[in-house]
Nanobody, 109 residues
């Protein structure tokens, strides 16, 4: 089992920015970010390949969020800008069947 620890969430005003981090306990391959808003199902946000650096984004965050990673540190990042109230959710780091504990992001209007 891979241990994933997220950090960087918080409260931000609309159009603000936040950077999330996810530290993995081992070397990982493709990793992703998901989020779950109150009363909604968990949804995909973004992913990135370790080997190619190829990225994928949900349509709702394209052009506003950037996923990246530091392979030497086994750390995944999510740079979020132009945040909207609808981005409010608990954000989770994912690697295969393993999930982090989540970090709360709240965007006020």
């Amino acid at each position: 089992q891979v241990r994933l620890v997220e950090s960087g969430g918080g409260l931000v005003q609309a159009w603000g920015s936040l950077r999330l981090s996810c530290a993995a306990s081992v070397r990982t391959f493709t990793m992703g970010w998901y989020r779950q808003a109150p009363g909604k199902e968990r949804e995909f946000v973004a992913s990135i390949s370790r080997t190619t650096g190829a990225t994928n984004y949900a349509d709702s965050v394209k052009g506003r969020f950037t996923v990246s990673r530091d392979n030497a540190k086994n750390t995944l990042y999510l740079e979020m800008s132009s945040l909207k109230p609808e981005d409010t959710a608990v954000y989770y780091c994912n690697y295969g069947a393993d999930w982090g504990q989540g970090t709360q992001v709240t965007v006020s209007s």
